[in-house]
């Protein structure tokens, strides 16, 4: 190989990558030195000179001329015979400057070098990758679907950047084809080997966050303050909002007239049901809120256990728990109270609990996962809402509401 040929590889990844000329030089110049250094013990004594726009690149030797019977250092130092036959006048104690072609370096070194070359660039252009995707962390990026696999789906971006959305950071309901757009978060950005690991989020708390500075001007222009989000993906979210102008209503505009503004929002989710809470340092009122749409009675907090027992009336406290209990979960998540809640009269009430004698476990589960705790809960419902919001058959409903008025017959 000649040196042009080296150069010409040199010029094709320039075109190809995103690399400054100097940075380029530089690689080229490290990757030659580390050649000579292996075939002479030292890179000291040589000139390299780049030419990449002429396609020419020059590798000197200097040496000192000394007597044929003193050379030490062959690579320093070259015998008078020797020099006489690059220039008939040269004297002992003289510098002589000799050029070396790449094929004085032998077949495998000059492939070695080519292939030192190609990585060193790669090692380059990948850790410009990371400190890019680095400063993007947290925040949302568009890419197309490349490639879908059972446990990820591989995305690339413009710049043919390869990110991963595993399957677990996508929304349950998440169903994507090929070449369409993805939004997520970028969630986080390691180093593997040389090669930047992209992972991309659709479940963090934090891209519904962002979504709501895209998607709604007040937020964006920091009128609005997102003071916390909590998220079931796919299933349920409860974003506090805050503004210190008081002109404005925090939650009004965040929804928009009739959910217009946040409806682009629960499509972008999977239709996942968002409530939007306003922020206030009144704990009592805060879980209250939270607690949405459940109207709370009353409401006891003990601030030092962050803990807080809510009453309802017997109506409301399905409404608290939601559907899989998930409304009093996020509630809990996002006050930071782990909440209790206890219906009106609940003196007279008896826990399903306490037929487990005759009421299977899974049976009683079920009925907790809706909201339904104890016997008059139950009993207060219709058979055939009760077939809706649990996963059992009407027998099995009716035979758990005989059990239950057969006790308060007694």
Request: net charge negative.
């Amino acid at each position: 190989m000649e040196n042009v040929a080296l150069i010409d590889s040199f010029s094709e990844f320039k075109d190809d990558k995103l690399i400054d000329r100097v940075t380029l030089m530089a690689i080229l110049e490290d990757v030659l030195r580390n050649a000579l250094k292996k075939k002479y013990g030292d890179d000291d004594n040589f000139d390299i000179i780049i030419n990449p726009d002429k396609g020419d690149l020059e590798i000197w030797r200097n040496r000192v001329v000394v007597a044929d019977e003193e050379v030490e250092d062959p690579n320093q130092e070259i015998a008078l015979s020797e020099a006489r036959k690059i220039e008939p006048d040269f004297e002992v104690g003289e510098d002589v400057a000799e050029e070396v072609k790449l094929v004085d370096l032998g077949r495998r070194s000059i492939l070695a070098l080519r292939q030192n070359l190609i990585s060193k660039i790669h090692e380059h252009d990948n850790t410009n990758i990371y400190k890019q995707f680095k400063e993007l962390e947290g925040e949302i990026y568009t890419a197309e679907v490349h490639h879908i696999r059972h446990r990820a789906i591989i995305l690339l971006d413009d710049e043919g950047n390869e990110i991963i959305l595993p399957k677990e950071k996508q929304i349950p309901s998440d169903f994507f084809r090929k070449g369409e757009n993805v939004r997520g978060i970028i969630e986080s950005v390691e180093l593997k080997g040389n090669k930047p690991a992209i992972i991309m989020s659709r479940t963090a708390p934090v891209f519904l966050e962002k979504l709501f500075e895209q998607e709604i001007p007040e937020v964006f222009d920091g009128l609005i303050t997102v003071k916390n989000v909590v998220r079931i993906p796919g299933e349920k979210a409860k974003v506090a909002v805050d503004s210190y102008d008081d002109r404005i209503d925090p939650v009004g505009a965040c929804v928009g007239m009739k959910g217009s503004r946040i409806h682009g929002i629960v499509r972008e989710l999977g239709n996942e049901n968002i409530d939007v809470i306003n922020y206030t340092n009144n704990i009592q009122l805060f879980i209250t809120r939270a607690l949405s749409p459940a109207r709370v009675t009353s409401i006891k907090v003990n601030e030092e256990t962050k803990h807080a027992e809510v009453l309802l009336k017997p109506e409301e406290v399905s409404k608290a728990i939601g559907r899989g209990g998930h409304n009093i979960r996020l509630a809990g998540q996002l006050t930071g109270y782990e909440i209790d809640v206890y219906r009106e009269g609940a003196e007279e009430d008896v826990e399903l609990t306490e037929f487990s004698d005759e009421i299977e476990g899974w049976i009683i589960e079920e009925f907790n996962k809706a909201g339904l705790d104890t016997a008059k809960s139950v009993l207060e419902e219709d058979v055939q809402d009760l077939v809706k919001r649990t996963d059992l058959e009407e027998e099995t409903i009716l035979e758990v509401i005989r059990i239950l008025k057969e006790e308060f017959e007694e």
